[in-house]
């Protein structure tokens, strides 16, 4: 760690992990209420718990996107933070939005929500990962634009390198489409629409900006790699994304009321969106092959690599599964759904942040890396989260495939919930699986207390 | 003194295009159906790949390009002109 | 590793093997030519399903329209290849010969446009738009998408001639050249694919 | 493989291609929203459908049910519902709901709604299976 105002990042990834534990909580609960349908209702029903969990994600995600932009950018602009103060007053705003948030959604109805926290003056809630109250949004705009100033200013009186203005990109980016959250109109196909906005345009568009730049650092740092390698690599990467990810928002106007080119369009680019993942887990593998230094921190190496092949898996292979318009139109509103989701979100996002933390909380504590056990112990807590999110997917995969069989294929379609029952089994499977992903997660938490003496770090 | 490209200098290689374009047209204007018109079709897409190939391996100068752009984008070339005569013949059939 | 051979190398030694242009420039043109190609044999198969549909449509096409864009397209390409060995040859008026030749280029590409864009002024005062019918979306998205590809070419086409102009290109270090007459190859190369498939085949 | 890869031209690449395809995007969206009016049944949005989508919202009835396959997989797609059960069928499930739930099934909360909310939630679900969606659902079962 260069410059002391790195060490802003540091609770930044503590609330990012503490709430990834929460999100895992709720994904439970869920679990388990798909099997037993009235598991803590009616104090905690499925919509609420589904709110918690989903939106936990997402803020745990911007948790950990913020602190790994205060931990490279100084780095990476060989400056020191613009306004260290200014972050962590940002850290408490964030963090009380978004702890009252979910409080909001576990203490009142839904509906009394809504009428206390002005709802009828702008109607932006209801709407999936759309959910929060119309302050939280407002506190989230203040805070992205904060946050988005504080890097800013910090990039602008440093040196400017490929790795931050990709990064950059990526926020203003994130903040930018987040506005059409303030676009609710009556019409269902417009709002639906522009929702995709803030949805797609993330996570398949400028989300990849940032998840490029967090790896490409990442892979600097460790691999040792000149810094115009890898550079090159991130441009041609997030080109590919951009140019197949923009028009491939066309495979969410498949049947939602817009004209049915997009069938075509939408297919033929996110049909190549996979690509650009292939290219960032052949540039990751690359990389770490021709590493001209052995870095200590391996966790962080294996965390490296495991985000491009699961992001691969998960978003790309998973994500091609259900793309084309004459399969999507089998599989819309299905577990398959389901399934793409749960491992694209833990391949790209999840992983990347932990491979941040795991680089960098060892630095922001001291050391080149944690001790030869805490590392096993994190290898531990990789490969059981990783192996039990692919046996998620695999389940509803499965649950998913029965279901469009039964409910949609079958000459004698039956009914949503009949055929749920049917699927039960899958379902159970899936739980067993969450429970290995919680244990698995514990893992990692307990790896950053598992003391003993730090690894002596050979290279620089 | 030989230099890479004074062996097909673009003017070769532009009325070669030029011609194989004519013909192009003048198979496309002939109305012909059932099995003549069939295999007029099928010259065309002779021509077009013909064509493509030309502007590929001279002015894109992939002739002595290394190997893995060569074949990538004349590999894209002959599957895509195979696959619409494929098509096309299976609209017909 | 920078690939400079100067073309006056008196030994005629086989050259080393070269891309012409920047592999960055290339990967995306390869990733051009998969999104076309898709969409080429998707136009192909949904016609094989109903030939009938697209033949009625295709008589509505302008045919000789076609053939004059695909010669503009064909000599601009001619064109953009000569300036590129113009300045690779180098000498004292490589700069203003290639200079002449891509202003050439971006003439035909003019003409190409002129041409285009009047077709479509004709297809939609008919009335033709993306979601009339599934040969006027594959039509439009097909050359549309071509089009928006030679605007963007004719862009990259005035920045080239600028560069040349100002001599900025010289024998062995051309690499913004080489790689924007990739591009516009590439142009062409779909058009020569997308002539024969949208216009006469019937 | 030799050739030249610079990094100046990879960003030359980046911004060229991704400022086409935006405009791209944009502009076919620019056509979406014009062609639109004629797929959406815009004009059958009466204030009470505007009342029902509120209602829709208020109550996160996306937190379980999928609307036009969009939404949370938990229960039954809705979009097709008034299709499936007819008006009367929905209202008499939706006010039926009993507040504790159905042991071990899947249970929907009682919202208690009144009558004029209950015509305002079956509008908006009606109004939304008028809108053209490429003949999705395959089936009534959505």
């Known amino acids: 760690m260069q410059y002391s105002s790195q060490a802003v990042a540091k609770p930044y990834f503590v609330a990012a992990i503490g709430l990834f534990v929460g999100q895992i909580i709720f994904g439970l609960i869920m679990g388990l209420q798909y099997v037993i349908g009235d598991f803590l209702f009616p104090a905690i029903p499925f919509n609420v718990a589904r709110m918690v969990h989903t939106n936990l994600l997402i803020v745990w995600l911007l948790f950990g996107f913020m602190g790994a932009a205060y931990y490279l950018v100084p780095e990476e602009s060989e400056t020191e933070l613009w306004s260290p103060k200014l972050a962590i007053v940002l850290f408490w705003v964030f963090l009380a939005a978004g702890v009252l948030t979910v409080i909001g959604y576990l203490a009142v109805p839904y509906a009394t929500l809504a009428k206390l926290t002005g709802n009828d003056l702008l109607e932006t809630m209801g709407r999936e990962f759309l959910e929060q109250p119309l302050p939280t949004k407002l506190g989230i705009v203040v805070v992205a634009l904060a946050f988005l100033f504080n890097i800013t200013m910090t990039v602008l009186k440093g040196r400017k390198t490929v790795i931050s203005s990709v990064l950059l990109l990526g926020l203003w980016g994130l903040a930018i489409f987040f506005l059409f959250a303030f676009y609710n109109p009556v019409n269902v196909v417009l709002d639906k629409m522009f929702w995709w906005y803030v949805v797609h345009l993330w996570v398949e568009g400028v989300w990849e900006l940032i998840l490029g730049a967090m790896l490409a650092f990442v892979l600097i740092k460790i691999t040792g790699v000149d810094r115009e390698v890898i550079e090159k690599w991130l441009y041609v990467i997030i080109t590919l994304t951009l140019v197949t990810g923009l028009l491939g928002t066309g495979h969410h106007y498949f049947w939602i009321g817009t004209p049915e080119y997009w069938q075509w369009i939408g297919s033929v680019f996110s049909a190549l969106e996979p690509i650009p993942f292939f290219a960032l887990t052949v540039f990751a593998f690359n990389m770490v092959n021709r590493r001209r230094r052995e870095h200590p921190n391996k966790a962080a190496t294996l965390w490296a690599l495991g985000t491009g092949v699961m992001s691969f898996l998960g978003a790309g292979v998973w994500g091609f599964l259900h793309t084309l318009a004459p399969v999507n139109y089998y599989t819309h509103g299905s577990q398959i759904t389901a399934a793409h989701g749960h491992m694209a979100f833990y391949g790209a996002y999840v992983m990347v942040n932990l491979t941040m933390i795991s680089y960098a909380m060892p630095l922001l504590r001291g050391r080149q890396a944690n001790s030869e056990k805490s590392q096993v112990l994190e290898m531990w807590s990789f490969w059981l989260m990783t192996v039990s999110m692919v046996f998620i997917t695999l389940f509803l995969t499965a649950a998913g495939i029965l279901q469009i069989w039964l409910q949609r294929i079958a000459s004698d379609p039956q009914p949503f919930m009949v055929v749920q029952d049917q699927v039960a089994l899958f379902y159970w499977m899936r739980e067993w699986s969450g429970v290995i992903f919680l244990a698995g997660l514990l893992a990692y938490l307990a790896s950053f207390f598992v003391g003993g003496k730090p690894a002596e770090a050979r290279a620089s | 003194m030989q230099t890479r490209d004074s062996i097909h200098s673009p003017l070769t290689v532009w009325l070669t295009l030029v011609v194989a374009t004519g013909i192009t047209f003048f198979a496309g204007e002939f109305e012909g159906s059932g099995p003549a018109g069939r295999w007029l079709v099928i010259g065309v897409l002779a021509l077009a790949l013909f064509k493509g190939s030309l502007v590929a391996l001279h002015f894109m100068e992939l002739r002595h390009a290394p190997a893995v752009w060569k074949w990538s984008v004349l590999g894209w070339l002959w599957m895509v002109v195979l696959g619409i005569a494929g098509a096309y013949l299976k609209g017909t059939a | ?202 | 493989m030799s050739g030249v890869f610079t990094k100046s031209m990879a960003r030359n690449v980046f911004y060229g291609g991704s400022v086409f395809f935006f405009l791209l995007f944009l502009g076919l969206t620019f056509d979406t929203v014009r062609a639109l009016p004629k797929r959406d049944m815009r004009h059958n949005i009466t204030p009470l459908v505007a009342e029902g989508k509120k209602i829709w919202e208020t109550r996160n009835c996306i937190g379980c049910h999928t609307l036009l396959g969009e939404g949370a997989y938990f229960a039954p797609e809705l979009g097709n519902v008034v299709a499936r059960y007819g008006e009367e069928g929905v209202k008499a499930f939706i006010t039926s709901r009993p507040a504790d739930g159905i042991p071990g099934r899947r249970s929907m909360p009682q919202f208690n709604l009144t009558e004029r909310e209950l015509e305002a939630i079956t509008a908006f679900l009606k109004h939304v299976g008028t809108i053209d969606t490429a003949k999705w659902p395959p089936n009534i079962q959505g």
């Not at chain 3, 990739?182 to 085949?201: C, G, I, K, R, S």
């Open chain 3, 1 to 202: 590793m920078s690939r400079s051979h100067s073309s006056s190398s008196a030994a005629a030694l086989p050259l080393p093997a070269a891309l012409q242009g920047d592999i960055a420039v290339w990967i995306f043109l390869l990733a051009e030519l998969l999104a076309f190609g898709v969409f080429f044999l998707a136009y192909a198969f949904a016609r094989a399903r109903n030939p009938a549909l697209f033949d009625a449509a295709q008589a509505g096409l302008d045919r000789q329209s076609g053939l004059i864009n695909t010669l503009l397209l064909v000599s601009s390409s001619a064109l953009v290849a000569h300036a590129v060995a113009v300045v690779r040859r180098g000498g004292g008026n490589a700069a203003r010969q290639g200079a002449a030749a891509l202003l050439g280029a971006i003439a035909c590409g003019l003409g190409f446009i002129v041409v285009k864009g009047s077709e479509y002024a004709a297809h939609f005062a008919a009335g033709m738009e993306l979601s009339s019918s599934t040969f006027s979306m594959f039509y439009l998205c097909l050359t549309g998408f071509h089009f928006f590809h030679v605007v963007l070419g004719l862009a990259v086409l005035a920045v080239l001639w600028r560069q040349t102009v100002a001599g900025v290109y010289r024998p062995g270090d051309l690499n913004g050249l080489e790689s924007g007459a990739a591009y516009w190859h590439m142009v062409d190369l779909v058009w020569l694919v997308l002539f024969p498939l949208v216009y006469l085949m019937h």
